[in-house]
């Protein structure tokens, strides 16, 4: 019988109810199938960390999309290379197809191809139940993963059901400019996609479905040259005004939260190069100078596309208020969107949490958004709903000392499995992002 508690329990855990916190038999045998591959996956890592792909070594990302195409083709997909303008200097991008059943949600699968470091010491290595080597975590451990979840589900016989597309660009690490082209393939999938799961660097607890948007601007400030002795009559010059904007800026921006710009660079005399695109200058003068210019580089990061306007406008608004004999202008840069938390986003984690559970990995919780870092996740958010870090787990990413967790690849391949199972057997309605209200 029904009492007053389990009443409010009900209506309280309404989540809980219907989860499916265990496995049925065809995700079981996915979990076997996973556990046959584990040799086999450890050395198609091996073969993708030992060709170097730094983002600039067009030829080596090149090669790993190659492989990671033909490998994705003898599984039933349509791989197909996305060139990007030239004088972007970058490789392209690898998009693969696989047509399944209809009415299923569309996934979107996102890794990438190029790695921030490579050379001849960070070849493949293993030790114990790491691996080191450039790219072995972030993101060929996640490449692996996300390949070796369909290998799986090719083999328990129900990758046939799955509409997905793979996405893997080739400048993850260090885009090409501008953003807009260099990210149209990605953008392009978005639009025709339901959701998006992205093989990011993973956690045994956590998975992410908020990050903040990631852009950057630029001040120049202007002052009249003259002797220091007239500084407070003439005019205060460029470095006083460029104090007094940031000051303002700290002062009146700061209590918004998750909201943050921080001023990296600034170059200020009456002799100034600074470059904004390699952040990095000269300056000369003299102490009895009133200096007459001052540069000012930072970024910007936010939570939501209004927070960016609302914090754009009031920037301008301070930089306006020109202290005496002195000029400023602050121009913004196109940068990666924010990706709020959705309800979408959030039930998408209820399922990845529910699939984890159910292989007694626990549940898994969304990590802060304001702690995450920028990635192609973020692109698509605009789009659709998705969950970032389905990827490896390990240390070093983005250092020359990076590894993999070695173990946990098979935990990380066995949870994609089960969550891309699981949306196969979903109407696509129900996992799909609800229009604003
Ligand atoms: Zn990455």
Redesign the pocket.
Same mark, same amino acid.
């Given at each position: 019988m029904l009492n007053a508690r389990t009443l409010i329990a009900a209506f309280v855990f309404p989540i809980a109810l219907g989860a499916q916190t265990t496995l049925d038999k065809s995700e079981t045998a996915l979990r076997g199938e996973v556990a046959k591959r584990r040799d086999d996956q450890i050395s198609y890592l091996e073969k993708l960390v030992n060709i170097p792909s730094g983002t600039l070594n067009v030829t080596g990302v090149r090669e790993v999309g190659r492989v990671i195409g033909a490998t994705l083709d003898s599984m039933g997909f349509k791989s197909q290379w996305v060139e990007v303008p030239g004088d972007m200097k970058r490789a392209g991008h690898l998009v693969s197809t696989h047509v399944g059943k209809a009415g299923t949600p569309r996934i979107l699968l996102i890794g990438?191809l190029d790695?921030?470091f490579e050379g001849p010491n960070q070849r493949f290595e293993r030790v114990d139940t790491i691996a080191k080597g450039a790219g072995s975590n972030?993101?060929k451990g996640?490449d692996v993963i996300m390949i070796y979840a369909l290998k799986a589900m090719q083999a328990a016989g129900t990758l046939k059901d799955l509409n997905v597309t793979i996405v893997m660009t080739g400048d =993850? =690490?260090y885009p090409g400019e501008p953003l807009r082209i260099a990210r149209a393939a990605l953008t392009d999938a978005a639009k025709q996609a339901d959701l998006a799961l992205a093989f =990011? +660097?993973g956690s045994r607890t956590q998975a992410t479905i908020g990050r903040r948007s990631a852009s950057g601007w630029v001040l120049k400030v202007g002052g009249q040259q003259g002797h220091s002795g007239g500084v407070f009559r003439n005019g205060y010059g460029a470095i006083y005004e460029a104090a007094r904007i940031l000051d303002e800026f700290r002062r009146e921006l700061a209590n918004e939260k998750d909201l943050t710009y921080n001023p990296g660079t600034i170059a200020g005399g009456s002799n100034v190069t600074y470059d904004s695109l390699t952040q990095s200058g000269t300056v000369a003068s003299k102490t009895n100078i009133i200096a007459p210019i001052t540069w000012v580089q930072g970024d910007l990061r936010a939570m939501d596309p209004e927070q960016i306007v609302r914090a754009q406008a009031k920037m301008k608004e301070i930089v306006a208020r020109h202290l005496k004999g002195t000029t400023a202008e602050i121009s913004f840069a196109e940068g990666y969107p924010p990706m709020a938390v959705t309800p979408g986003g959030e039930k998408l984690l209820t399922f990845y949490s529910d699939a984890s559970a159910a292989l007694g990995y626990g549940a898994l919780k969304a990590s802060d958004p304001a702690l995450r870092g920028a +990635?192609?996740l973020s692109f698509v958010a605009p789009f659709i709903d998705g969950v970032e870090g389905l990827?490896a787990l390990g240390s070093g990413?983005h250092s020359p000392n990076e590894s993999v967790n070695l173990p946990a690849l098979t935990m990380q391949t066995e949870r994609a499995a089960v969550m891309l199972y699981r949306l196969s057997k979903e109407k696509a309605e129900n996992v799909r992002r609800k229009p604003k209200m």
């Open positions: 990438h790695t921030v972030d993101i996640g =993850e =690490e =990011e +660097g +990635g192609d990827g990413a």
